[in-house]
């Protein structure tokens, strides 16, 4: 199936930067969702829409591209409807970020042998020349096509390229949209350096899509003990209360002259009271002591320290601390932001109605933090150990029945993916490819993927089989962006349809010939999938589930230690294990999560005893078994 052409709004702002290959996102590509998992929902759509979410009462995760989700996002009727996006999106930092985890229950080293810290690809923040700003620039104009009338965005970057994304938002939202470059100060100096200051502080970009009609709740910094002592040095005698007092007579406004009468006594004012007589009674009735009388006996009202609801917030944020090694809410996953930060945000730019997308979602802050507060949420993420650590994260909170979800056990969602896209598998096989065949990697080249042989290079999806779909692309980019290239291709791939390289040997072209290069057939191993020995026992409309064995050989292989020396020195198989996810009524293509093994704390095991009631005699029991590495094994009876 061709995805079908989108039509984008035009920017609202002047160009502001120029780059290599910058390009007007006037239409694009999308592609339907694929229906993966839910989490306490019943009978989802295959594929989302705005007319079913909204009459709904479940939430979104969506795993792939962005731009690719964004643009179904505008298709399924989304456009205009989002009321904050908050993004934390790659930072051109240069860095290759992996999340790391240990084996459940285990030191860090074997016995002298192998490790047990292990690294989980997460995404890749290195970037050549300008497609960083290619990247953005388009993702930014899609973003702007979700946004509501009086919705917000948040941008989270830091020094490396904050400079060009301010330019980029005001050329795509319009520089009169811009509110507030805020500060973040993550933590305090702690680095000496004789070329310059330590960087402290992110810096988060805030745009409105309308600044005339921008949806805004003021917030208030939260104050010390000092502090409010100092800022409310009084103490009412007769209650004990702490105040501060304020002027009465401020206004200019002629008619406010005159007298008042204030607790039995006439005072006049010649500039004006800021409060009618009336009021004075009303207030002076429901509090007697309200007023404060100055030594030359002028009248002033108190305000009170257990009223105060802090000074009015500014753009710089230093009251809220990046997460530390030993927080509790750290997952261990790369760049995670502390629900704090994402608190504030969402209840100043959000209200309880209000839909809250996030398309760099990582570990699931936005989510998490959107939940507790009652918001309705999209997120989106390309690595698969990001959505599954979302996924997890959700469920914690969703089945949590204390505290401040005592009385809202929390919106189930829906998983869709898009595109079939798993980049942690697939930057792997990438890898393993241009190592074997001697591709020469270009990162300048924002569609291919460098040059093999004088060819040009093109690494299809390795998650899936060569579609003809996939040469027509390539096609089109050349035909539409690259008229005058008169190099070959190379396409490397995973299987292919039936029929396909025939089709493509027939083909009569002078130039741009596309060679196949299968590496199926090449007999490159490129995964050897985990194992796992479960039993599932079924009578009647009862069901008993036992995991009995499971090894990574992915595991095995990160740990550099032999399978056998490994499976000796590994007392408790479920170390490898970081979760089990199960489905009473498997239908064969949804996973629905009626039940889940989510260990709370690193040291503890999973169950692996699982008891199901069954909703009719022949529904099939589906056991989905992730990890440490973000691996899944399913199992079905």
């Known amino acids: 199936m061709k995805p079908k052409p989108l039509k984008i709004t ?116 290195i970037w050549v020349n300008d497609n960083y700003l290619q990247f953005m620039y388009e993702r930014l104009i899609l973003l702007r096509e979700l946004l509501s009338d009086t919705g917000s965005l948040y941008l989270h970057c830091d020094w490396h390229k904050n400079h060009h994304l301010r330019f980029l938002l005001d050329e795509v939202f319009g520089a009169e949209n811009f509110c507030n470059a805020i500060s973040w100060k993550r933590y305090a100096a702690h680095s000496l350096s004789d070329s310059g200051y330590d960087a402290i502080t992110d810096t988060i970009l805030f745009y409105a899509k309308n600044i005339s009609g921008i949806g805004f709740n003021s917030q208030y910094g939260a104050s010390s003990g000092d502090e409010l002592a100092k800022r409310f040095p009084h103490i009412e ?135 507790k507060l009652g918001r309705r949420w999209i997120m989106a993420d390309l690595n698969k150990g990001a959505i599954q650590t979302t996924i997890k994260r959700l469920q914690g909170i969703i089945n949590k029945k204390n505290g401040d979800l005592a009385e809202q056990d929390g919106h189930g969602f829906v998983h869709y993916r898009v595109n079939n896209y798993d980049y942690a598998k697939q930057n792997e096989l990438k890898k393993i490819i241009i190592s074997k065949y001697g591709v020469r990697k270009d990162n300048g080249d924002l569609f291919f993927d460098g040059t093999y042989q004088g060819q040009l290079a093109k690494i299809i999806d390795l998650n899936r089989p060569l579609t003809r779909l996939d040469i027509q692309v390539i096609k089109d980019e050349i035909a539409s962006s690259r008229p005058d290239e008169e190099r070959d291709i190379a396409v490397f791939c995973n299987g292919s349809e039936m029929e396909i390289i025939g089709e493509l040997a027939k083909e009569r072209r002078p130039i741009n010939k596309i060679t196949i290069y299968d590496i199926q057939q090449d007999g ?81 095991f999973i169950k692996g005893e699982y008891e199901l009631a069954l909703p009719h005699h022949e529904a099939k029991v589906a056991v989905k078994i992730v990890d440490m590495l973000g691996e899944e094994v399913l199992v079905v009876k």
């Open 10 to 125: 035009p920017i609202k702002g002047r160009p502001m930067l120029h780059w290599v290959g910058k390009k007007p996102l006037d239409v694009v590509r999308y592609f339907p969702a694929q229906l993966c998992e839910t989490v306490g929902v019943e009978n989802p759509p295959a594929e989302p829409s705005y007319k079913a979410f909204i009459k709904a009462d479940y939430n979104l995760l969506f795993h792939g591209d962005n731009k690719e989700i964004l643009s179904s996002l505008i298709v399924a009727g989304f456009r205009g409807k989002i009321d904050l996006i908050y993004i934390d999106p790659p930072f051109d930092s240069g860095a290759d970020y992996v999340r790391r985890v240990k084996l459940r229950g285990l030191s860090d080293r074997l016995q002298g042998e192998g490790h047990t810290a292990l690294e989980q690809a997460q995404y890749e923040d």
């Open 524 to 604: 490159m191993i490129t995964h050897q999938p985990a194992e796992a020995d479960v039993d599932i026992i079924k009578s009647g409309r009862r069901a008993r589930v036992n995991i009995m064995d499971y090894i990574s050989p992915g595991i095995v292989a990160r740990m550099e230690i032999e399978r056998t020396v490994f499976q000796e020195r590994i007392a408790d198989f479920r170390a490898q294990i970081d979760c089990v996810l199960l489905d009473n009524d498997y239908n064969g293509k949804v996973f629905n999560i009626t039940q889940s093994d989510l260990p709370a704390k690193k040291t503890d």
């Open 237 to 371: 005698k007769e209650t004990g209360r702490h105040y501060q007092h304020a002027a009465l007579e401020k206004t200019s406004n002629a008619s406010s002259r005159g007298k008042r009468f204030i607790q039995g006594k006439t005072v006049i004012s010649n500039t004006g009271w800021i409060w009618a007589q009336e009021t004075f009674d009303a207030r002076l009735k429901i509090n007697p002591y309200l007023i404060h009388w100055t030594e030359n006996e002028r009248p002033r009202y108190k305000i009170y320290a257990d009223e105060y609801a802090g000074a009015p917030l500014g753009d710089i944020w230093a009251d809220i601390s990046y997460l530390s090694a030993g927080d509790s809410q750290r997952l261990g996953y790369p760049t995670q932001k502390p629900e704090a930060l994402l608190e504030r945000i969402i209840k100043a730019s959000s209200n309880e109605d209000s839909i809250v997308l996030d398309c760099f979602c990582g570990s699931g802050t936005t989510a998490a933090v959107a939940e």
